[in-house]
């Protein structure tokens, strides 16, 4: 996807002609190549999609320029969590497209894998989704403007414990993010005097969740707690949920926002009513500049596809990229930008974000909210908050 092209081959044809002047130069800027490493196919091709779209709105805000140089995307379809494909696209980005940056990366076994490739290529990359703890450790070029399944799990237990449920049950996914999320929940849980009634990790390629749902509803806990990953899952489970009558039971369920990704919403639907989750954004964010947001994203894109968290971070990303090229007068190597990148704050649709300056993770707040009907829509709507949480799994004793 190039972002005015035209104006950038044009520009670079006057490069000869343009050499003796200031105005000369600034036509003929070289575009600034940003990597997309996402998928585009398969059952999670929504993700690449609402990248683009977070990455459409930013650009339309600039009239396609970043740090004064057309912006051109080139992008790289994963087909879903494939770390060697992801490790062969950077490597390619790097060498063959020459890109001043990476971002995107919805799953985390593909950002660990592009890692060696920023360290030894000295690339910034700007992770827009991939929520495992560990990645912004894995090479000192990789900053995060999204969030980690810790950081959205750790509020979630310490809410429950406020609000008197005691006993949990946990559900998670079986791979990187999945462990996050059972990790912070049941450390920070346990230490505000809950306890853990049973844990239970399930495989990421269709599961059969009746088993697993009646052997929570023999157990008897006072609670559930989830995490899967956005999309297929959690509709599964929810259903199932439903079927076997467990509100019925008397077990309350929970979960991360991921259970009730604002772009699967719709198609969740009823199962999704009252289920209280803990994220960073939501459609319904009532900000100011979230209200811009949407009313932008549904001009240009129409109303059947709704923003969610990923368009989001792929906007901040680019927020992210425009602001630390501010600070280095358009510097793109890697150890300025990386430089420039620590402490960084700004304003995001979700609220206010920062950039932490000694860990490059994301600090912001994390919302717990209800999947209501408002206005005849499915919506999670905000009721409680925890502020500037940091990622716990880094987060000093």
């Given amino acids: 996807m190039t972002f005015t092209k ?44 609402q990248f683009d779209a977070g990455v459409a709105l930013f650009l339309k805000e600039r009239q396609g320029q970043i740090a004064g140089r057309p912006v051109e995307i080139v992008k790289k379809d994963t087909a879903g ?19 001043s940056f990476i971002t995107g990366l919805d799953f ?19 992770v827009a989704n991939a929520s495992s703890s560990a990645i912004t450790t894995s090479s000192p ?30 559900v998670v996914a079986d791979y990187a993010s999945g ?35 009646q052997r929570i509803k023999d157990a008897k806990p006072q609670a559930v707690f989830f995490f899967f990953p956005s999309g297929v899952m959690p509709p599964a489970f929810l259903k199932v949920w439903k079927e076997r009558g467990m509100e019925a039971a008397g077990i309350k369920l929970f979960a991360t926002g991921e259970a009730t990704d604002d772009s699967y919403l719709d198609a969740t639907g009823d199962v999704a009513l009252g289920l209280v989750t803990s994220h960073h954004y939501s459609y319904a964010h009532p900000s100011a500049k979230n209200q811009k947001f949407v009313k932008d994203f549904e001009a240009q894109f129409g109303k059947a596809m ?11 990303a680019l927020s992210a990229i425009e602001a630390a090229l501010a600070k280095t007068k358009g510097d793109t190597s890697g150890e300025k930008v ?60």
């Fill in 141 to 170: 070029y990789i900053a995060r403007v999204s969030f980690t399944v810790q950081q959205v799990s750790d509020p979630m237990a310490r809410w429950l414990v406020k609000n008197g449920v005691n006993s949990v049950y946990t």
């Fill in 108 to 126: 985390s076994p593909n950002a660990y894998a592009v890692a060696p490739i920023a360290t030894q290529a000295r690339l910034p990359v700007i």
């Fill in 6 to 49: 035209r104006q950038a081959i044009a520009a670079l044809g006057l490069a000869g002609l343009g050499a003796f002047g200031a105005l000369g130069a600034a036509q003929a800027a070289e575009p600034l190549r940003i990597g997309l490493i996402a998928t585009y196919s398969g059952p999670y091709a929504d993700y690449g999609r």
């Fill in 338 to 397: 990386m430089e420039a990148l620590k402490g960084l704050q700004f304003e995001s649709p979700r609220g206010p974000v920062e950039i932490d300056a000694a860990t490059r993770d994301i600090v912001q707040t994390v919302y717990i909210r209800k999947t209501e009907r408002v206005n005849g829509q499915l919506v999670n709507v905000e009721f409680d908050r925890f502020e500037r949480v940091k990622d716990p799994a880094k987060a000093a004793p």
């Fill in 306 to 316: 709704r923003p969610s968290y990923f368009a989001v971070s792929a906007y901040d």
């Fill in 81 to 99: 969590p494939a770390p060697d494909a992801a490790k062969r696209f950077a490597q390619e980005l790097v060498v063959r497209d020459k890109v």
């Fill in 179 to 213: 462990v996050d999320a059972e990790t912070a929940f049941k450390k920070a849980f346990t230490a505000a005097g809950g306890k853990i009634a049973g844990e239970l990790r399930t495989p990421m390629n269709n599961p059969d969740f009746s088993a697993y749902v």
